[in-house]
């Protein structure tokens, strides 16, 4: 079953969404089905907007060794 779905683009967008699917040679019906698609996706897989991040966030020379700073330290390492 397929729904109809009827939606008002900034013009700015709208030519946005034209030109990358002119690039990418698709309609604009496929590009936003797969940007919808990609987007649920992410949702569904406990995401936001299906991205993903590795950690660790920060790499460590010595993994491990990182220890609890308190605020005061934290301030001093900033220079505040």
Request: proline share 4%.
């Amino acid at each position: 079953m397929n729904v109809l779905l009827s939606i008002d683009l900034p013009d700015q967008l709208a030519d946005a969404l034209e030109r990358r699917a002119r690039q990418v040679h698709s309609s604009l019906q496929e590009l936003a089905v797969q940007a919808i698609e990609k987007d649920v996706a992410g949702l569904e897989a406990g995401g936001v907007g299906g991205r993903r991040v590795q950690l660790p966030l920060v790499h460590s020379e010595n993994p491990g060794s990182l220890r609890s700073l308190t605020n005061s330290e934290i301030d001093a390492l900033l220079g505040e």
